[in-house]
């Protein structure tokens, strides 16, 4: 079984940083593009950012500047470091992952975690 796993969220000030990190448990062989999407009350879930197993980064025009995606392929995690955060970030974020392969030959397609709680007070 294969689960991603968020950790990292919370309350912080307005211009403080935060950082979230997601990792995939199990019998992992490869992960393709992973990412960071985050969904506030009453909205819609929407990408903040994602990472392709290359390194190659895309952000939501409303993070760029403040967000960082990164990602450790030794560790099956991905990162997202939040600085100068706005009480417009606050939301659940959940990680994504767009295809694992796992040790035993199946493909987990389009995994989510359970999401982590970013509250930014004004």
């Known amino acids: 079984q294969v689960q991603l796993v968020e950790s990292g969220g919370g309350l912080v000030q307005a211009g403080g940083s935060l950082r979230l990190s997601c990792a995939a448990s199990?019998?992992?062989?490869?992960?393709?593009?992973m990412g960071w999407y985050r969904q506030a009350p009453g909205e819609e879930r929407e990408l903040v950012a994602t990472?392709?197993?290359?390194?190659?980064?895309n952000y939501a025009d409303s993070v760029k500047g403040r967000f960082t995606i990164s990602r450790d392929n030794a560790k099956n995690t991905v990162y997202l470091q939040m600085i100068s955060l706005k009480p417009e970030d606050t939301a659940v974020y959940y990680c994504n992952a767009d295809r694992i392969g796992a040790s035993d030959g199946n493909w987990y397609l389009d995994a989510w975690g359970q999401g982590t709680l970013v509250t930014v007070s004004s």
């Open positions: 199990g019998s992992i062989r490869s992960i393709d593009a």
């Open positions: 990472i392709t197993s290359g390194g190659a980064t």
